[in-house]
């Protein structure tokens, strides 16, 4: 997984399993278009074993991505914030 944020980024770094939460959606967006609705994000985050299934650790993975700026809300939808990662 690569980790970040790398040394140009200025946002502050997250946990692993959070980190593992931005990768999944960001896998799962087809196009920098791409937009989830707050419940389609929690599901693609349940179906991976890091994520418990009754949200709780998917919704506060989703608000820390928000208030790091990794992801952004875009009438009522969540959308992806266009990153390097190296």
Known sequence: ???FPNSSDPRPSLPDWVQEA???????ADSPESEFSYDEAYALLNESDT???EHSD???AVK????RGY???????LRITET???
């Not at 820390?64 to 208030?67: A, D, E, G, K, Y």
Request: no cysteine.
């Open 51 to 53: 994520f418990s299934a």
């Open 58 to 60: 998917s919704e506060y």
């Open 71 to 77: 992801l952004y809300e875009a009438d009522g939808t």
């Open 84 to 86: 390097t990662l190296d």
């Open 64 to 67: 820390r991505l928000l208030n």
């Open 22 to 28: 931005y990768e999944i959606l960001v896998d799962a």
């Open 1 to 3: 997984m690569t980790r």
